[in-house]
């Protein structure tokens, strides 16, 4: 007599990426490894999983990100390090290949990516950061040095004896116009806290307040850099014109960045 063939067993990864697939999740095979992996148990993962398809960002769920190969704390409602923003890490370093005991600051830190990768490939530098959301501040704490993440307005909470010190002065301001929340994907839009978004009117308004206080808390020669769009670029560049800071712009097609630079000590043409 025949013997009747037995179901094909489902695979669980396969039924997991699809349930994520579903969800509108692009790399679903991949997030779905690392799902499995950091969930530790089958009902870690499902709760793990019931967060990501409900369209919290994949790096909430969780719990870290990674910028220039360091990995950092991510906490619900903080800003989730972009990928592009390797850009202004690696601009940042080039700067300070032939500084020693330089100074960085990361203003608007979030989880303090910026200035972990930086610390990362230049192990001696004095690393400081603030933010005004104390939830990004608490979540920075667990990256950086916690004495030196402060909380308060851009420059507001840093210590007086940094001024005219700083050699790296990082600023991923929010930067989308307002009336372009609305229009960002919803893990962003819903899941991070709108003062790490909303940059006013054309999305320059907070980094003109960074621009306007960097010439007093930079070293001769040190830097500042800005994340911005590809289209805010130019204005961005003339309002370190304007601060008598010499500006460059930089982009990196294959990440999809650009970065201001403005220079302490000299002008451009």
Do not use: K
């Amino acid at each position: 007599m025949a013997t009747a063939e037995r179901p094909a067993e489902t695979d669980p990864d396969a039924a997991l990426a699809a349930r994520l697939r579903a969800a509108g999740c692009v790399f679903a095979e991949e997030e779905a490894t690392l799902l499995r992996v950091e969930a530790g148990s089958p009902e870690t993962l499902e709760t793990m999983v019931a967060r990501r398809v409900g369209g919290e960002p994949l790096e909430q769920v969780l719990g870290w990100a990674e910028l220039g190969g360091v990995r950092v704390d991510v906490a619900p409602g903080v800003f989730v390090p972009r990928r592009r923003s390797a850009l202004l890490v690696r601009l940042a370093v080039d700067q300070l290949r032939a500084v020693r005991d330089a100074v960085v600051v990361d203003l608007g830190c979030g989880t303090g990516a910026l200035a972990a990768a930086v610390l990362r490939q230049v192990g001696d530098a004095e690393v400081w950061a603030s933010d005004v959301d104390p939830d990004a501040v608490a979540c920075a704490r667990r990256n950086l040095p916690p004495e030196r993440v402060l909380l308060g307005d851009l420059y507001d909470p840093l210590p007086e004896n940094l001024r005219g010190r700083v050699d790296v002065l990082l600023a991923n301001a929010p930067y989308v116009p307002t009336d372009q929340i609305a229009r960002m994907p919803t893990e962003a839009r819903d899941h991070e806290h709108r003062v790490a978004l909303d940059g006013g009117g054309d999305g320059l308004d907070v980094q003109r307040r960074v621009i306007a206080g960097a010439p007093d808390w930079l070293a001769p020669g040190g830097i500042l850099l800005l994340e911005c769009s590809a289209g805010q670029a130019t204005a961005a560049a003339a309002l370190v014109r304007a601060a008598r800071l010499a500006a460059s712009i930089h982009d990196e097609e294959e990440i999809g960045a650009t970065a201001v630079l403005g220079r302490s000590g000299t002008m451009d043409a």
